[in-house]
């Protein structure tokens, strides 16, 4: 969320909540409300690795549909939270590739390892 300079993130339990304002911000009796949840952030100055790790970012695409699904199932049960069945995951994986915003890492031999879903928040 993002109102005069305040942002704040919560995915819930087990993560913590954070919260960024500027230097001068003071309570203006703003009702907060959970607009989306996340579970990373942007990094502004990224730390390079000092090796290369094999394999390439992906954007997913409508033939990627039951991997993302598969991804998003296996995130919630090992975490434990926001849990939903398989048509509530296949209807977010949907709405995650067509924005165009979900990405799998692939190794080098080309299995999908990894996800990434980038939110914009306006």
């Known amino acids: 969320m993002q109102e005069k300079g305040l942002i704040l993130c919560f995915t819930g339990h087990p993560f913590p909540v954070w919260i960024w304002t500027v230097d001068d911000a003071s309570e203006d009796g703003s009702e907060l409300k959970i607009t989306t949840n996340m579970f990373a952030y942007d990094c502004l100055d990224p730390v390079r690795p000092e090796t290369e790790a094999d394999g390439e970012i992906y954007r997913c695409d409508t033939k990627d549909l ?17 849990q939903k069945n398989l048509a509530g995951y296949r209807e977010d994986a949907e709405a995650f590739i067509n924005t165009g915003n979900m990405y799998l890492w692939k190794d080098e031999k080309g299995r999908s390892v990894a996800r990434c879903c980038i939110f914009i928040l306006q």
């Open 66 to 82: 039951e991997e993302v699904v598969c991804f998003l199932d296996l995130f919630h049960r090992e975490l434990g939270i926001d």
